[in-house]
């Protein structure tokens, strides 16, 4: 069954420090998404992406953080210079149809420490 | 924006009995509510959803209610297993997607022996 797969599983920076998350969404999805769960805590939406461009985003979606397709099954996530707070478990997911019809589909995640 | 509530943050249920997780939300244009099952570590899967043209939805033990005019839905698991042990999160999607799914804070639900 295909599957959002997200690299790395986990990474430690040091604050201040730029940080890109990877994310491959399944091929056939049009929609793709960046949501953060702070450890216990929820999960929040970051930014949602289609056609090349970012559809809706949060406020948490700061200037600090920037979504990029760069080819065509790569779907990354960069933070620039990381906070204590930047801290959290980074969900790709994606859907073949606008979420209006459609589930989304959840990566495993990417766990950011900043130190 | 959409904002969630879930209740109970935790449930301690025994082997074998039911357990209902209820939701409420307050956007009115919200139109798909899905609720997703996470495991320790691991990603948030969908296990039910339901759209708000109709009232309830029922998939095996798990079943979904909504209720537009009152603007809550609820989860109903009914013969708990060991396996159903997680942390289970709600949701509400509305039209148009303004910020995508908003989440509620999680019901960690707890399946004594």
């Known amino acids: 069954e295909p599957e959002v797969t997200q690299t790395p599983s986990h990474q430690v920076t040091q604050m201040g420090q730029e940080v890109i998350l990877r994310c491959v969404p399944i091929?056939?999805?049009?929609?793709f998404y960046w949501y953060r769960q702070i450890l216990g805590q929820k999960v929040e939406f970051l930014v949602s992406?289609?056609?090349?461009?970012?559809?809706?985003k949060s406020e948490i979606f700061d200037d600090q953080f920037s979504v990029e397709r760069p080819d065509g099954s790569n779907f990354t996530l960069k933070i620039r210079s990381t906070k204590l707070e930047d801290s959290a478990m980074y969900f790709c997911?994606?859907?073949?149809?606008?979420?209006?019809?459609?589930?989304?589909?959840f990566g495993e995640g990417s766990r950011l420490t900043v130190l | 924006g959409e904002n969630v509530e879930q209740h109970p943050s935790t449930l301690s249920v025994q082997e074998g009995d039911s357990a209902v997780i209820k939701c409420t939300y307050s956007d009115s244009a919200s139109n798909y509510f899905p609720w997703y099952k996470q495991e320790l570590g691991k990603r948030p899967q969908l296990i039910i959803d339901i759209r708000s043209n109709v009232g309830e939805k029922k998939d095996q033990r798990i079943a979904v209610t909504l209720n537009k005019t009152a603007k809550h839905f609820s989860l109903h698991i009914t013969e708990t297993q060991p396996e159903d042990s997680a942390v289970y999160f709600c949701a509400a999607f509305p039209t148009g997607g303004a910020d995508g799914l908003t989440f509620g804070k999680g019901t960690h639900l707890i399946i004594q022996p």
């Open positions: 992406f289609y056609n090349n461009e970012i559809s809706e």
């Open positions: 997911a994606s859907s073949p149809h606008d979420p209006n019809t459609g589930e989304l589909f």
């Open positions: 091929s056939n999805h049009l929609y």
